[in-house]
């Protein structure tokens, strides 16, 4: 099985609240994950969530994570990412190129102990899975999207 965009079950939104797994944006313990949708390869037990954004000044910064789909094991990989605008006709040569309905272009910013993780342990690793759960999230994780996205991803940082 390969990434798609789904809803959490009950069940699934439980064991979050169970876990009490901390939102990485706060790294408070009041300030816990409770995502509603994901981006989720079951197979491989991780998924994509969009914890949201962190600084109001900086709104385009977008805080994301890679969790293992088994929640209590707390292991989850946080990042920031920009979503990047295109102009109107790079996207079209991308979007023949790739033969997709839509490119989305992102900056990968910082990776937050990516030397420690369980989930995956190489920037190159890293930025391969990223790609991979990127263009099944597509503009907005959206479930049941019918068009094609092809995510092009920029690294700017290193861990």
């Known amino acids: 099985m390969a990434f798609v ?10 064991k979050f609240n169970e876990a009490k797994i901390p939102d990485p944006r706060w790294n408070l313990p009041k ?9 989720v390869d079951k197979d491989r037990g991780i998924a994509l969530i969009n ?3 962190a600084d109001r000044e900086n709104y385009k910064i977008e805080t994301f994570a890679f969790i293992n789909t088994q929640i209590e094991k707390h ?4 990042f920031e990412i920009i979503n990047k605008s295109i102009k109107k006709e790079e996207e079209e040569e991308l979007k023949k190129k790739y033969d997709v309905d839509c490119v989305e ?10 030397k420690i993780s369980a ?4 920037i190159e690793g890293f930025v391969e899975l990223l790609s991979e759960a990127l263009n099944v999230y597509g503009i907005n994780g959206k479930i049941n999207s ?8 920029e690294v700017k940082c290193g861990d």
């Open 5 to 14: 965009n789904a809803y959490l079950t009950e069940e699934e939104k439980e």
């Open 146 to 153: 019918s068009y094609n996205v092809k995510a092009l991803l």
């Open 119 to 122: 989930i995956v342990s190489s």
């Open 75 to 78: 292991q989850t990989l946080s």
């Open 31 to 39: 300030y816990c994950l409770e995502p509603w949708k994901w981006t």
């Open 51 to 53: 914890c949201g954004v």
């Open 105 to 114: 272009k992102w900056e990968l910013i910082d990776i937050h102990n990516l």
